[in-house]
C-alpha cells in the first residue's frame, strides 16, 4: 500500500537545463510535501516543503509545485548542477511521512 | 554540531540473534523516527516516538521493538534476526510533526545471515 509514488527510477539531465522530477499520492489527508535528497552512504537531508494550502513554494534554484486536484506534486531544479547528482525522495505527511521509492538524477557536465 | 548519530554503522547477525540499534540526538528534538530503507520501496516507518516514554507503530513494525526512556536517544532492538531484515535503517528527529523537515543519521547496515 504505497501511498507516496515517484514512478521514474532513474532521471539523467544535463547541466544547465531543467531538471523535473514528479510525485504521485493516494492519500487526501495528506496536508504537508517534503522532498528530500540523498548521496550515497548518508542519510537524506531535507530541501523543501510545501502545505497542502499552497500550490508553490520556491527557495533558490528549488521549486516545488503541488496540484490537489491531481495528486501529484514536482520539483523543478533550475539551472541543474553536478552536484545536484543524488536520490530524490518525495514525502507526505498527515502525523508520520511516507516516503516514495526515490528517483536517481544524474546531471551530467 | 552532531546531530544525530546512529551506532552502530555496519553489522552482520545470524539469523536468530538480537541487537539493538542506538539514535542519539542533540537538537532537543521531542520526535524521533525508526525507517528501513529497501531498494525498490523507499522509506518504510518502523517506530516513532512524539516524546519521551512514548512510543507509536509506523507502517511496518513487526519483529521489532523500541524504547525512548530519555529525550535524546531512540533504541530500535531486533528480538529475533531475521533475514527479511537485512535492511538500511534510518533514524530521524524532528522539532514538530507536520510539516518539520527531519534530520537523518547517516544509517545503520544490518545484514542477517
Known amino acids: 500500500d504505497q501511498q507516496v509514488k515517484q514512478n521514474s527510477p532513474s532521471l539523467s539531465v544535463q547541466e544547465g537545463r531543467i531538471s523535473i522530477l514528479n510525485c504521485d499520492y493516494t492519500n487526501s489527508m495528506f496536508d504537508y510535501f517534503l522532498w528530500y535528497k540523498k548521496y550515497p552512504a548518508e542519510g537524506p537531508t531535507f530541501l523543501i516543503s510545501?502545505?497542502?494550502?499552497?500550490d508553490k513554494n520556491e527557495d533558490g534554484r528549488f521549486t516545488v509545485f503541488l496540484n490537489k486536484s491531481a495528486k501529484h506534486l514536482s520539483l523543478h531544479i533550475v539551472p541543474s548542477q553536478p552536484g545536484d547528482s543524488a536520490v530524490y525522495f518525495c514525502a507526505a505527511s498527515a502525523g508520520d511521512m511516507r516516503f516514495g521509492a526515490g528517483t536517481r538524477l544524474t546531471v551530467k557536465p | 554540531n552532531a546531530g544525530v548519530t546512529q551506532t552502530p554503522k555496519f553489522r552482520v547477525l545470524k539469523t536468530g540473534q538480537s541487537m539493538t540499534l542506538l539514535c542519539a540526538q542533540d537538537m532537543n528534538h521531542e520526535y524521533m523516527y525508526w525507517y528501513r530503507q529497501d531498494p525498490g520501496m523507499g522509506l518504510r516507518l518502523i517506530h516513532y516516538?512524539?516524546?519521551?516514554?512514548?512510543?507509536a507503530k509506523g507502517e511496518v513494525p513487526d519483529g521489532y521493538n523500541v524504547s525512548r526512556l530519555k529525550k535524546q536517544n531512540f533504541l530500535l532492538g531486533l528480538e529475533s534476526a531475521a533475514p527479511s531484515q537485512t535492511s538500511v535503517y534510518f533514524c530521524?528527529?524532528?522539532?514538530?510533526?507536520?510539516?518539520?523537515?527531519?534530520?537523518f543519521g547517516s544509517g545503520t547496515r544490518l545484514t542477517v545471515v
Open positions: 530521524a528527529s524532528s522539532r514538530g510533526g507536520n510539516g518539520y523537515g527531519y534530520t
Open positions: 510545501i502545505s497542502s494550502i499552497k
Open positions: 516516538s512524539v516524546g519521551e516514554g512514548t512510543t
